[in-house]
């Protein structure tokens, strides 16, 4: 299968052009001849013109690349190494929503043939590819697994908005479900990985090795948040002690904040779902995601007790919040936590403006039900800064000031301003 893809008497099809699938689908369409699939016909006639819809990548990632973007499954038929990109939220309930890479094991289903190959890079919960996607694919097509085509799992490692850690830059861990696929598998992530590539024994291992990535991630943030909690209780801040502890070698530098994303804050359910499928109740990790997904209301908690004891008209009181997107300097609103502290804040009946310089207005009414602010005031009770957009790093106390009032709140949540507020009261987690 390599050689076929690297002298194009093959080529490599891309199911799923997201924020992962769409820079993976660019890196391999430089070394091979590449189809790019996904079911949103709007997304594919941007990319044809150039244009990432995530607003990650430039037009300059197009240039060059021998890559075919469509939502037809006829055209897709031409691949024979099959790559599955596709998203794997939860529902409302913090389970599982395996409907998106079920629809791409149907679609790989339909167009797949003898000697291919199929790979999945979606986070699922170990023994998910295997247990709920390969039948799947085996039923439609009437193909077995290893007799008549080759099977797959190499956990996807892209991190939006990260310009330095990027597809070629990463170790690639890949696993098969025999020796001849691991090894074909490993030649072909060869192509565009140069960090090196790394063999799991098993496809389980691959699967498992990815979600406790995100898990390790949202346990330690959890702490750090818990630690928040109580050093507020004690008024210590809790930058200082980090800043303190960091002089250790060997202390870990985690920082409390609002955890949300398609990653770590919807990885660990699917460790903890198939736990429980097993009859285990993972303690540790639920702890931890209870603690991080409180914090959202915990923050709306504490700018509504300052409103409180500073005005007392709760009512009246207008809070700007800065950031609505997940992280930094990204347009990504998946799983933003940002619409749950707002939703907290409104439930106290407090009057909220969003500000957010790289979030699609559009987009975050359709997803939260509010909006964008056209334009923000100058009468704030409090202002929340969510994340560090590097926007935001450029702001001075004299903004504040000029955009709140004199007993206005600064909550900075990621501390970016620490010790340079000094003419509002400063509060940070």
């Known amino acids: 299968m390599y050689r076929e893809l690297v002298d194009k008497k093959a080529k490599l099809g891309i199911i799923g052009l997201g924020y992962v699938g769409l820079p993976v689908a660019l890196e391999f369409a430089r070394k091979v001849s590449v189809i790019g699939f996904d079911i949103n016909a709007k997304r594919i006639e941007m990319m044809k013109q150039g244009i990432d819809p995530s607003n990650e990548l430039g037009k300059e990632a197009f240039a060059g690349c021998d890559i075919t973007f469509t939502n037809s499954p006829d055209v897709l038929k031409e691949a024979k190494f099959f790559i599955v990109a596709v998203p794997t939220p939860v529902d409302e309930h913090n389970a599982p929503d395996l409907g998106p890479v079920k629809k791409a094991s149907e679609t790989i289903g339909k167009v797949i043939k003898k000697g291919d190959y199929v790979v999945f890079e979606s986070t699922v919960y170990p023994g998910c ?10 039923k439609l097509s009437g193909l077995k697994n290893i ?5 797959g799992y ?7 908005g990260d310009k330095t850690h990027t597809l070629s830059k990463i170790t690639k861990v890949v696993s098969g479900c025999d020796a001849e696929s691991l090894e074909e598998i490993a030649k072909v ?25 995100n898990t390790q991630r ?3 943030i959890a702490l750090m948040n818990e630690l928040s909690i109580i050093f507020n209780m004690m008024d210590i801040n809790t930058y200082e002690v980090l800043e303190a502890a960091g002089t250790k070698w060997n202390f870990l530098k985690f920082q409390p904040g609002l955890v949300g994303g398609h990653c770590i804050g919807v990885d660990p359910y699917y460790l903890t779902y198939k736990a429980n499928e097993l009859g285990y109740d993972a303690e540790v990790i639920l702890a931890g995601r209870n603690i991080n997904d409180n914090m959202a209301r915990y923050v709306a908690e504490k700018v509504v007790q300052h409103i409180i004891k500073n005005s007392g008209d709760v009512k009246s009181a207008r809070v700007l919040v800065m950031g609505a997107t997940f992280k930094e300097n990204v347009s990504d609103i998946r799983n933003s936590k940002v619409a749950d502290m707002v939703k907290a804040l409104q439930s106290f009946y407090v009057n909220v403006d969003v500000e957010d310089p790289y979030a699609d207005s559009d987009e975050l009414k359709h997803e939260y039900g509010f909006e964008l602010a056209e334009k923000t005031g100058n009468d704030y009770d409090a202002v929340i800064i969510t994340v560090p957009h590097n926007e935001y790093k450029e702001l001075d106390e004299n903004y504040f000031a000029r955009i709140t009032q004199s007993h206005g709140l600064i909550a900075d949540l990621k501390g970016i301003y620490r010790n340079k507020i000094t003419n509002r009261k400063y509060w940070s987690l």
Request: hydrophobic letters at 40%; proline letters at 6%.
């Open 147 to 151: 007799t008549d085509f080759k099977l």
């Open 218 to 220: 949202d346990l330690n």
């Open 189 to 213: 992530y060869g192509l565009v990985v140069d960090a090196g590539i790394h063999k799991a024994s098993s496809i389980k291992v691959a699967e498992a090795a990815k979600i406790i990535e």
């Open 129 to 138: 590819t295997e247990e709920n996607c390969l039948p799947v694919i085996e």
């Open 154 to 160: 190499s956990p996807e490692r892209i991190n939006p």
